[in-house]
């Protein structure tokens, strides 16, 4: 089942030198369910799309729809509730962690308040360690920060999760962890759309990938089907790239 459905998606910005494609004619879709990774060198596109996605900006051609219904009919809270974006760089708030955990829930009467069960599956399914909970939330690491706004996400009950570079600042066991805990949240039916420079990440745990280059989708398919293509290609030289260490 389709969640995100995008055909012949542009947005432009006016640049220095002149209008600047973010993406270019991106078609794509994103299946209830699977976790998918948007990956390529720096500058590509990939925060943008996923930008689009949770409606922070909107395509200047093309369109983008979920559930069906195009995201211009969404009312924006409404979306949001259903699809949770958490940036690369998390905003938190004055506070300790629980506080910022269960921040989102105050504009939300509707959801059952969050009890010690429920605080510690939040915290599993995030992998944010439950003894920094009673911790200000300035203290925390920037890794520790990525967590607990995924916590807070997951508070939601979203359908949909958007995460940029999600295990950018974490060890690799601790990364391993969080790919694990993302896997068992898409067995749920949970959609994950997110955007990982680590390639043995993606390799790992990722359903599907899609290789974004200069605002072009350049390559939608299965992960096998990524990892092999021969050291010729586009793809390949890429791949090897990111084994000498990230493109910048
Ligand atoms: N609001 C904006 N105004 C102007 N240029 C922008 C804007 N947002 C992004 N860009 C430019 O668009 C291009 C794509 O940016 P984007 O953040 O989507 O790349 P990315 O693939 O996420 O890169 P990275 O892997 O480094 O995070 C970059 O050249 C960036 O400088
Ligand atoms: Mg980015």
């Not at 459905?5 to 794509?28: I, N």
């Not at 809270?77 to 910022?100: C, E, S």
């Not at 999600?166 to 994950?192: K, N």
């Not at 089907?225 to 290609?233: L, M, N, P, T, V």
Request: glycine share 8%; proline share 7%.
């Amino acid at each position: 089942m389709t969640a995100f459905e995008l055909q012949h998606v542009c947005r432009t910005v006016p640049g220095d030198e002149g209008p600047q494609s973010l993406l270019d004619d991106v078609t794509t879709h994103f299946e209830k369910g699977l976790l998918h990774a948007l990956v390529g060198p720096s500058g590509g596109g990939k925060t943008s799309l996923l930008r689009l996605l949770n409606r922070l900006d909107a395509p200047d051609a093309g369109t983008v729809s979920y559930a069906g219904l195009d995201l211009g009919c969404w009312e924006p809270r409404r979306l949001r509730r259903k699809v949770a974006f958490v940036p690369q760089q998390p905003h938190i708030f004055p506070g300790t962690a629980r506080d910022n955990l269960l921040f989102g829930l105050r504009f939300h009467p509707d959801i059952a308040p969050i009890d010690n069960q429920r605080l510690s599956e939040l915290c599993a399914s995030s992998q944010f360690p439950p003894d920094l909970l009673s911790k200000p939330a300035e203290k925390l690491s920037i890794g520790q920060q990525q967590r607990l706004a995924l916590a807070r996400a997951l508070c939601l009950d979203p359908e949909v999760l958007l995460l940029d570079e999600p295990g950018s600042a974490l060890d690799r066991p601790t990364a391993e962890a969080l790919g694990r805990s993302l896997r068992h949240l898409c067995r749920r039916a949970m959609t994950i759309v997110l955007v990982s420079h680590d390639l043995e990440w993606v390799r790992n745990h990722a359903d599907r990938v899609l290789f974004m280059e200069a605002g072009k989708l350049k390559l939608q398919c299965p992960v096998a089907s990524f990892f092999s293509y021969g050291a010729e290609s586009r793809v390949g030289r890429f791949i090897a790239g990111q084994k000498e260490g990230p493109e910048s």
